[in-house]
């Protein structure tokens, strides 16, 4: 065999709402090189698609070149695995269902996944991370949004046509707030940033107590965080509500499923244990019984830009070789 025509590189893709990153990797897993850019200079997908491809080609020419890529893995919001698309993301500008995978191919001739960011996460965890030797545990995703991915004897169980895991938009609440995939009482409108926010409002309103929150200029879920480290009554009592309807969330699925642990990550995961103290307090209280004390909390400890490159290139090796410069 012909040591030459192995190629031992491929790029990593992570986009969030504010930000793309992207970066070569290699097969042991090493960054050889990484860059970024605002995803909000480009509210348009076609002129997201172009600058991204362009940039991804930049950067493997200064790095060893185009002939050294095998495939490019993507972590997307609502991104799908089995078909490569993009389908109707609550958060993101770019709007019904974007065939991401065929349009990076045809501008990069090269073999593209895309899988949801929970997925990436997931394949990041268990490769680098905290979950590595586990074969059954849920990575939860807590930031602009509310995602995970099921890990099930080794395997990702993406269900029937890929989209197993949406536990942000299972109902905790019925006719509760209002959610972006267009239902009431998600527990996404609970657990991910606005409706943290909108706890926190609610708190106020309901107490004449003195809280900083009332003085900030712009409130977020890492503000009052600050605030509880400050000793505020009220921002704990958000994270204290926060959590109870986590707990009650995930004390559903893992009675369906029987994880051996849940991973936390994202943004509003760095709240820590003022979120995740009452989130297992309620989950114990709500849990099926022979699951009780058994599920592990973990917060993931890798670099989150970091471990998201890198869960997406792990997801580009198990994409089928493809490129518009050889023969089948």
Known sequence: MDQTLVKKRVVGVDISLEQTTFAIVDVRGNILAKDSFPTEDYPDISNFVAALSERIIGLVEMNGGYETIRSVGISAPSGNFMTGCMVNSP???????????ALLRDRMGLAVAVANNAHVVALGEHAFGCAHGMRDFIVITLGSGMGSCIF????????????????????????????????KGCLETYTAAKGIVQTAREVMEESKA???????????????TEFCEEGDELAVE?????????????????SL??????????????????????AKESFESHVFHNIKGKVKFLASELDSRERDVLGASVLAWEVKEYSLFKEE
């Open 91 to 101: 958060n993101m500008p770019w709007k019904g269902v974007i065939p991401l995978s």
């Open 152 to 183: 099930s004897d080794g395997n990702v169980n993406l269900g029937y046509d890929g989209f197993a895991g949406e536990i942000g938009h299972s109902c905790v609440h019925l006719n509760g707030r209002n959610c972006g995939c267009g239902n």
């Open 210 to 224: 003195p809280s900083k929150m009332r003085d900030a200029k712009k409130l977020t879920p890492r503000i009052i």
């Open 238 to 254: 958000v994270y204290r509500r926060t959590g109870e309807v986590l707990g009650l969330g995930l004390a559903n699925y893992a």
């Open 257 to 278: 499923l029987n994880p051996e642990a849940f991973i936390f990550t994202g943004g509003i995961s760095m709240a820590g244990h003022w979120l995740l103290d009452p």
